[in-house]
T-cell receptor, first 113, second 110 residues
């Protein structure tokens, strides 16, 4: 049972390039999330999808777009990467909307030069 | 909106106890606790719901005081495996999302 799978695990981009981070879960969860983690900042929510067909902004959505492709997959796109977007990106999923534990993927380490 | 965790870091010897606090300025519905080891993904520990309940998980337990909008994580008789960064995440009336604190680094030495 894979849980939450993120691809790629590592990526280096040049400023201005675009990139899509992929996330898939096999737990039949309804809700999915994208976070970024920077040193000393904890996990900050970028976007989330409470259920298939819906997406909403989190704390730090600027410079990102998301697509909830189906119940399993939730992708994060950087249209024009900036050095400030260098971070570790985590995808997570949970069974329902409220009061549910979140299961995290292993993360994507993204560097933008 | 981000909950405040304290302390920021703590160093323990094996067998010692620790308390990590999480406080919010918002009225909370629930509090999540996660542990993250270096280079790994956060792992769920427990959720506490509105109602002031206390939960336990092996030698790790937590309480939730909704009146004070605070939660505390208690680590008893710490083991080397407890080392990592502990995050609290709070849910309030802002939608289907959890907002995480900046984390508390815990290091347990032999």
């Amino acid at each position: 049972n894979a849980g939450v799978t993120q691809t790629p695990k590592f990526q280096v981009l040049k400023t201005g390039q675009s990139m899509t981070l992929q996330c898939a879960q096999d737990m039949n969860h309804n809700s999915m999330y994208w976070y970024r983690q920077d040193p000393g900042m904890g996990l900050r929510l970028i976007y989330y999808s409470a259920s298939e067909g819906t997406t909403d902004k989190g704390e730090v959505p600027n410079g990102y777009n998301v697509s909830r492709l189906n119940k399993r997959e939730f992708s994060l796109r950087l249209e024009s990467a900036a050095p400030s977007q260098t971070s570790v990106y985590f995808c997570a999923s949970s069974e329902g909307r409220f009061n549910q534990p979140q299961h995290f993927g292993d993360g994507t380490r993204l560097s933008i030069l | 909106q981000q909950p405040v965790q304290s302390p920021q870091a703590v160093i323990l010897r094996e067998g010692e106890d620790a308390v990590i606090n999480c406080s919010s300025s918002k009225a909370l519905y629930s509090v999540h606790w996660y542990r993250q080891k270096h280079g790994e993904a956060p792992v769920f520990l427990m959720i506490l719901l509105k109602g002031g309940e206390q939960k336990g998980h092996d030698k790790i337990s937590a309480s939730f005081n909704e009146k004070k909008q605070q939660s505390s994580l208690y680590l008893t008789a710490s083991q080397l495996s407890y080392s990592g960064t502990y995050f609290c995440g709070t849910e309030w009336g802002g939608g289907f999302k959890t907002i995480f604190g900046a984390g508390t680094r815990l290091f347990v030495k032999a």
